[in-house]
């Protein structure tokens, strides 16, 4: 879809921001006097707080509360005077989205005289007649005569190069906006102010790097933290706080349909230690710096590093969910004896391994959740190429109208020139009740109520095979 060119809008923008404050409204500091600090959760959702330098006149007046975000939630919005506590109130609160877009100028200009330029260098001037339907710029179609009685001519949307207007509608804005009537009944018109408020377009998550080493028996890794905005608007010289853990929310609608325009996501990096605390049941981590989150940004700092963690090499083969694959999984504890022990949040891991001549090569990612110390973690690399697994149904035995016995025979091929080990898992899930009657081998642990685990060895180039008998009542 094609459209006009948003040059013309920044232009007006620039005009419109030269002019006068209207009496009786108190202005706002371009640029927060105290510090922004923003608490960003895992789940779109932010917290900030901003101290700002306001002139606010005895008696009702209307404050102007510009560069927010545009995914702000106005019912969350609290004022405060922190120059005179309890002597300003606001009276009335109004969020301002109406923002100007391409199709609202062309609504709000049918009838008036604008300047349209197209590609080729043409200029026509004239009276709009249409140009926007369904809120969606299109051709547009103008006049010579302001009653649509004279010569008429139509522009197609792909020849638009440019659209000149004479002044900026009333009624639209060029950012969001909170509009207050507050009251001051203090003798003070300098207030230094503190406004608080929840907002989406701001999210953060651990992305960890981890490398293992040529034995899969130890790994390096190096966890960052990855912060997103995209809620309309940059924080300057922030003070960043993260919270790692599920907050409890209400979900519905947004409360206003705020279109943010698209734009680019820029990257940035940053080095430096991350305090790491808790708070309530959660865990707080904060950069020790301030730092400017830019709209449409993707900033990235390093949060922890450690070496030589030990980890342990599964295969695990489920017959049931993964018909003849097997799993290649990682295994580790986050424990400090076996190089961790710090909590970690969720994130996603990525894993690589030295190949043959040393170089490093992609082995697998892997989701993993909130994990606090002295958890384990198990990570899925992908599935093994040369090990096979086979699951089959060798006999059935109906002893009764509510007992039954079923045979299951495991088969697993090691088509690797080394042995390997098998983790086999089997879910008794025939009945209310089970009993194992009988099976091949001994080895084989209880992971839950319906779960036993066969730890199956392989040897190179051979094929081993399991089997048991169940026994369901129901």
Known sequence: MHVLKIAVIIAIVAFVGL????????????????????????????????????????????????????????????????????????????????????????????????????????????????????????????????????????????????????????????????????????????????????????????????????????????????????????????????????VNRVYGPEPYPVRAAAAKVMYDMALAEVAEREFADYHLYELPLATTLKDNQVKQVEFMSATDVKVKKLLIYDGAQMGTKVASMLEFWNKEEDGLGLPLPKGIIRVSKADADGSLEFAGEDRIDHTPVDEKVRITLGYAFDVVGERKLTNTKRISDRVSEETWEIEVRNRKNVPVEVLVIEHMYGGTSWELVRASTRNYNKLDANTLEFPVEVKAGSTATISYTVRYSR
């Open 19 to 246: 002019a006068p404050v209207p009496a009786g409204a108190a202005g706002t500091a371009p640029n927060p006097a105290g510090g922004v600090e923003v608490t960003i959760y895992n789940d779109d959702l932010a917290l900030v707080k901003e101290r700002r330098q306001l002139e606010i006149p005895k008696g009702i007046s209307t404050l102007l509360f510009r560069d927010i975000s545009a995914r702000i939630n106005p019912a969350t919005v609290s004022f405060r005077s922190l120059t005179a506590p309890g002597s300003v109130r606001v009276l009335e609160q109004n969020f301002e989205f109406d923002l100007v877009e391409d199709a609202k100028l062309l609504q709000k200009f049918i009838g008036q005289r604008i300047t349209v330029r197209t590609r080729s260098g043409e200029v026509f001037t004239g009276y709009l007649l249409s140009g926007a339907r369904n809120g969606v710029p299109g051709n547009i179609v103008m006049s010579s005569e302001p009653d649509g009685a004279g010569s008429v001519v139509t522009v197609h949307l792909g020849d638009i190069q440019s659209v000149e207007y004479p002044s900026l509608p009333e009624g639209l804005i060029t950012t969001p906006t909170l509009a207050w009537i507050v009251n001051n009944a203090s003798s003070a018109t300098a207030h230094e102010t503190m406004i608080t408020y929840l907002t989406g377009g701001l999210s953060w998550s651990a992305d960890y790097v981890a490398v293992v080493g040529p034995n899969d028996d130890v790994m390096d890794i190096t966890g960052w933290i990855t912060l997103t905005n995209q809620s309309g608007t940059a924080y300057r010289d922030a003070k960043v706080k993260l919270v790692a853990g599920d």
